[in-house]
């Protein structure tokens, strides 16, 4: 690894002032992309931030009314290991289990898989799905940013010189909701998803017409792409393995997808159907509370 | 090249003090500067879990952790789980499975699967592969080494008052 | 209890399990400098100028070496195609780099990172020379050449305007008539890639002069004499100049049977005269060591109504990449192993390794023999197939047993158990139920809905020990201490353990014979100066060699004590019965010392909407013989078996143009503990081998080469589609399910 300054703020303001000053620094949460990124000599910063001692970046809250506020540097495990967060949540837990082993989520945070923004991160799908929203701290003053948007290109954010993602806010889940979030790798467990979907939806009082869908898909796009016009169809119609079907194919259809190492363009097209045929079928299950949020690898 | 920084640590049950710059990981530090080769780099970007330690009491890749970020904190390795004159029931068990071959893994794996054992000690065989999909093996084919775990897990629950470690030799 | 058959504990697993075994990269010497490879990082070019001034200028640097450094730049383990550093001032060839991991210059400096610093200040000009990276169109007229250049070759004469590394044929009968005569004909076109290795530790190894003026070179690999001998012929020294010392050795499977960081170790250490260590990170080790040879296999088989295979007409090529490592070996084996353990009347093989500029391609569990079955396999499933025939009976029927002529006209070595295994595995599988238990693993089970299965046996045999007229011998020696009774004893034998149990054995051995606990037996195992060679730790043939060895040497030390020497010492070399090589023209040959076999059946489970496949079940059924240590045999069984489901299922060495693509283990995915096998089922059969110590015969390859072709039956069985090209990943099923689709 190249040689760099380490700093270890305690407070925002002195955060955003760090990284004012120095224009190249980087932010260190879990370090489980940066330090790799470091070593490979893809990211030579002279100055690192690490974030993890500023309290508000630690704040990991649950409220069934006010919902979730989840602190950019709190690592995976607090967060999958929240009995009322999980409950809450599967979906989105389900999505956060999935980042790396048990010794990449002791360190990773979903902040820090926010701003790596690869296409390919496994929260994301499933926090836009949840209608996520960036709180970002910066020279100017705070200011949000829904996740959809906060991802621009690989590698890429929204944020300006200076800004830092402080928390990320969840909102509660309405009553009848379900969410869900699958990947597909060549491994069982423990890689970069070829595709991952998530999807979050509502439904009406006697489980029978969705109210309101979201679905985003990870590994098709140069960014995590929200597949707004798959929830639309959905809102309003009833539960049948045919409205499911077409807003797969809707997904199927948005999906932008390369060939590369991990999979073709064909393979990911035909993943993004299936994938988000399933989650969808999921999430109706847990609106109804017909699945109890089983989690992966927990038999 | 920065200058380097003085950082102290809670390491295996000692405070420790060491100068590093701040781009060692902490595997670095651990096996060039304090000589505890323990903890292997078997891939030095957290795909392999040889390199597994005990930070703050949460299992991590010491190869994904600068050294630096670990003052004041409190990191346990291999060396620091192994008590002075016997083995752990789980190393006996490896050893009564014959859970290791090369054995590079292992240090990574005794401190993965002590730690689910300390945080969920009757394991079903799911989390016990889930909690080691992190931990790559070359050599054995996993079954010995999730078979270890799990009958530490019996042993202890059947006899919890009493170590099943024997005295071994060391 | 007799210690041979007991299944004690591994006499280094207290040290392992605490992490206190030192491995290469844990050792370090007072005053040791660092040192790092400058690798060629381009895969054909002539090296024109290599400017290191500024290297040597940098902080902390001691030394850079160049190609005039090594004084004879030259080595390999068959024959020294490969130069040591490429560069001028050297031999013309050593101005030729072939491949990407050619190492040029040798950067030695006081710490670690100084060495890396003045490594990247290392300038290369070069003029890049056309890349050739398929075998076949290197065997084109106007390909580029990659050894023009004359060394010893040990095959007779080489044609130096070819890429043609070395070409093997059998003939027995007349396979055109005898297709004539066939009721049914198979033909197919089987393809397996590259694979790596990934055994835990990357090389590493420290070198020093020692007191008494010889060099002595720290490292892991598989064959300490043999590493010896390529370090003094390199250096122009005599090999009692040398000693090699093997500490732990994290994980082999035939991939550190080259060299790698020994030689250039040996010679910065020589130059200096400090002790020096380097050690390779992951990327290092994916791009500098060699691969699991990949194959195009062209098959055409036929059989009777009956089931009597009648010819078999093999057409087989391998890459050998950039040097020839053991590629002429490999394609040895891989001439016999693609007719499979079966007696053919009629045979036709046509075999070539050839050179290109991928990554050079060699030793790897198996040696040629996992793909040769994955056609042989693949062409007796179909055969059965076709016949609608069960497949244990169409094997049952042409299986190699007691007397059977082999391809090479000779008489199959006694102890022949290819039907035992067989019968074993069938009736393993009757018992089996055939849906066992789901369990929900991934991520994908929660709504997974439409799923095949299927199930599929294979056959194999793998000889044991070196080939084809190699000469095969193995030292040891044994020392009985006390006086009225014996207290202890001492053996030496330097075969290397690189994780598979080879010392835990010797001491087995040892214990055995001389009737003493095998907490008495102290080994002697550890360098080249304890005894002679041990041969390598390769060929599922340090068991028996090695066996044979100290229990010979235990018997003349007992008759030593008896004769009341003390202590009572004495040595024995074990030579096994001669084999001999093909003959050029027809193969006839008496190829090999023995064989081990194996049979296999696989129950497999396909998402038939992704194309994922999971292996639920597999049972491995070998003849080991004698087991010497049983838990230790199953451990050989099962990590065979996962490594092999890895590369029937998953791992692929990508390259592109000549440089690697999957250079991280998060690229080049090795399987994990939710990706192997959901139940394996080891079942060891204990049918003596006549030539082996206790009736024991080598067993740790030969699990991983039904594997394949198992589970490609499973598959065949579960989806109706073959599948000739591994890995068998889930695009290439869901494609084949696509493809099946109306």
């Not at chain 2, 405070?15 to 590093?20: K, N, Q, S």
């Not at chain 3, 042409?398 to 295994?421: K, W, Y």
């Not at chain 3, 299927?454 to 201490?481: D, M, Q, T």
Request: hydrophobic fraction near 40%.
């Amino acid at each position: 690894m190249h040689a760099f300054e380490y700093v270890a703020p305690h407070s925002v303001d002195d955060a955003v002032t760090l990284l004012q000053e120095s224009g190249d620094a980087q932010v260190l949460s879990g370090g489980t992309d940066l330090i790799p990124q470091m070593k490979e000599g893809r990211r030579r910063p002279p100055l690192v931030v690490d974030v993890k001692h500023i309290p508000e970046l630690n704040e990991l809250v649950y409220d069934p009314v006010e919902g979730l506020w989840l602190g950019a540097a709190v690592p995976c495990h607090r967060i999958v290991g929240n009995g009322a967060i999980a409950r809450a949540y599967p979906g989105l837990v389900e999505a956060i289990s999935l980042i790396g082993g048990i010794q990449i989520q002791g360190r990773a945070t979903v902040g820090g898989n926010l701003c790596n923004a690869s296409p390919a991160a496994d929260s994301i799908p499933a926090l836009i799905a949840h209608r996520a929203v960036c709180h970002i701290a910066g020279p100017k003053g705070p200011r949000t940013v829904p996740v959809e948007d906060f991802c621009t290109a690989p590698g890429e954010t929204v944020l300006e010189p200076g800004e830092l993602l402080v928390k990320i806010h969840v909102p509660a889940p309405p009553p009848n909701h379900g969410g869900a979030y699958q990947r597909f790798i060549p491994r069982n467990e423990m890689d970069i998803a070829v595709v991952g979907a998530g999807a979050a939806l509502v439904l009406d009082e006697r489980g029978q017409v969705i109210q309101q869908a979201r679905i985003a898909l990870g590994a098709v796009a140069p960014r995590p792409l929200f597949v707004e016009e798959a929830g639309a169809f959905l809102a309003g119609k009833p539960v049948s393995e045919e409205v499911l079907e077409e807003a797969a194919r809707l997904a199927r259809e948005a999906a932008r997808p390369i060939t590369d190492m991990r999979g073709t363009a064909a393979q990911r097209k035909h993943l993004s159907h299936v994938l988000t045929r399933r989650v969808l079928i999921q999430a109706v299950q847990r609106a109804r509370g017909e699945e109890a949020g089983r989690r992966n690898g927990h038999v | 090249m920065s200058s380097k920084v003085m950082v102290s640590t809670h390491l295996n049950g000692q405070e420790v003090t060491f100068l590093c710059e701040p781009r060692q990981t902490l595997l670095e530090v651990l096996r060039e500067e304090l000589g505890l080769t323990g903890s292997k780099e078997g891939c030095g970007n957290g795909n392999c879990g040889a390199c597994n330690v005990l930070l703050d009491g949460v299992l991590v890749n010491s190869c994904l952790v600068l050294a630096v970020e670990t003052d004041g904190r409190t990191v346990t390795t291999i060396e620091g789980l192994t008590p002075p004159d016997r083995l752990l029931p789980l190393q006996q068990k490896f050893l009564e499975h014959a859970a290791l071959q090369c054995g590079v893994c292992t240090p990574g794996f005794i401190v993965s699967a002590q730690a689910l054992l300390e945080q969920n000690p009757q394991p079903t065989e799911g989390e016990v592969r889930r909690w080691l999909a992190g931990n790559l093996c070359r050599c054995t084919g996993y079954d010995k080494i999730v078979r270890a775990v799990l009958d530490t897990a019996q042993s202890l629950a059947g006899d919890p008052a009493q170590d099943s470690a024997k005295e071994v030799g060391r | 209890m007799r210690a041979v058959g007991s299944s004690i504990p591994r006499v280094d697993a207290v040290d392992k399990v605490t992490g206190l075994a030192p491995y290469p990269g844990d050792i370090d010497l007072p005053g040791q400098a660092w040192m790092k490879i400058v690798f060629a990082g381009v895969p054909h070019a002539r090296i024109t100028r290599l400017d290191v001034s500024r290297a040597q200028a940098a902080p902390g640097v001691i030394a850079v070496f160049t190609a005039a450094d090594v004084p004879v730049n030259e080595y390999g383990l068959i024959m020294p195609d490969q130069p040591v550093l490429c560069g001028p001032g050297s031999t013309p060839q050593a101005q030729i780099v072939r491949w990407e991991g050619d190492h040029v210059a040798l950067v030695v400096a006081e710490t670690q990172a100084q060495a890396e610093a003045a490594a990247k200040l290392v300038a290369m000009e070069y003029e890049e020379l056309p890349v050739v990276t398929d075998p076949f169109q290197a065997l084109e007229p106007d390909a580029p050449l990659l050894h023009p250049e004359e060394f010893p070759f040990p095959y007779g004469q080489r044609d130096r305007r070819s890429n043609l590394l070395l070409a093997y044929r059998l003939r027995r009968g007349d396979v055109e008539a005898a297709f004539a005569q066939a009721d049914v004909i198979v033909e197919a076109e089987y393809r397996t890639q590259a694979a790596e290795h990934a055994y835990l530790q990357p090389e590493a190894g420290l070198a020093y002069v020692r007191e008494d003026g010889r060099i002595e070179v720290i490292v892991a690999g598989q064959w300490m004499h043999e590493d010896r001998a390529q370090i003094a012929h390199a250096l122009g020294l005599p090999e009692e100049q040398i000693v090699v010392r093997y500490p732990a050795i994290g994980g082999a499977f035939g991939g550190r049977e080259d060299m790698s960081v020994q030689i250039v170790l040996a010679l910065a250490a020589w130059k200096t005269g400090r002790p020096v260590k380097t050690v390779w990170s992951r990327e290092e080790s994916i791009i500098g060591h060699h691969k699991r040879h990949p194959f195009v296999i062209k098959a055409k088989w036929g059989a009777t109504r009956e089931g009597k295979i009648v010819a078999a007409q093999m057409d087989v090529t391998s890459d050998a990449g950039a040097y020839a490592y053991t590629s002429t070996k490999v394609l040895g084996n891989a001439t016999l192993m693609c007719l499979g353990p079966y007696e053919i009347p009629n045979v036709h093989v046509d075999a070539r390794t050839v050179y290109t500029n991928n990554c050079p391609s060699g030793a790897f569990r198996g040696f040629g023999a996992p793909q040769g079955h994955f056609a042989a396999e693949g062409q007796v499933n179909k055969l059965a197939a076709a016949l609608g025939m069960d497949p244990v009976e169409i094997r049952r029927r042409n299986a190699l047993r007691e007397g059977s002529i082999l391809a090479t006209g000779s008489v199959v070595p006694a102890g022949c158990t290819a039907l035992d295994v067989l019968e074993e595995a069938a009736r393993r599988a009757a018992e089996s139920p055939p849906e066992p238990p789901v369990t929900l693993r991934t991520s994908l089970d929660a709504s997974r809905r439409r799923v095949a299965q299927g199930r599929g046996l294979a056959l194999s045999f793998k000889n044991v020990g070196f080939s084809l007229g190699f000469p095969e011998h193995c030292h040891a020696w044994v020392e009985i201490h006390g006086e009225a009774e014996m207290e202890r004893a001492v053996v030496g034998c330097v075969g290397a353990d690189v994780g598979q149990g080879a010392h835990t054995v010797f001491a087995q051995f040892a214990a055995d014979a001389l009737g003493l606990p095998v907490e008495k037996v102290e080994l002697r195992v550890e360098d080249t100066d304890v005894t002679g060679s041990s041969g390598s730790s390769s060929a599922s043939r340090m068991t028996f060699m090695a066996g044979n060895a100290i229990l010979g040497a235990a018997q003349r030390a007992l008759q030593a004590w008896e004769d009341e020497e003390r202590p009572a010492r004495a040595e024995f070399v074990f030579h096994p019965r001669p084999t001999t090589p093909y003959d050029p023209q027809t193969g006839a040959s008496d190829p090999n010392i023995t064989y081990g076999y194996c049979a296999q059946v696989a129950d497999v489970e396909v998402d038939l909407e992704t194309g994922h496949v999971l292996v639920k079940r597999l049972i491995s059924v070998n003849d080991v013989g004698k087991a010497v240590n049983p838990q230790q045999v199953e451990g050989q069984i099962e990590g065979a078996v996962a490594q092999s489901v890895g590369w029937t299922l998953l791992e692929n060495f990508v390259q592109e143009n000549g440089r690697a693509v999957t250079q991280r283990l998060s690229t080049y995915l090795i399987p994990g503990v939710a990706d192997v096998v959901e139940e394996i089922v080891p079942v060891i059969l204990e049918l003596p081998d006549p030539q082996g110590p206790l009736g024991a015969r080598g067993m740790a390859e030969m699990p991983f080469i039904p594997t394949a072709p198992a589970i490609a039956a499973a598959l065949h069985d579960a989806i109706g589609v073959w599948f000739d090209e591994l890995p068998i990943t889930p695009e290439r099923v869901w494609q084949a399910l696509r493809e099946r689709q109306p």
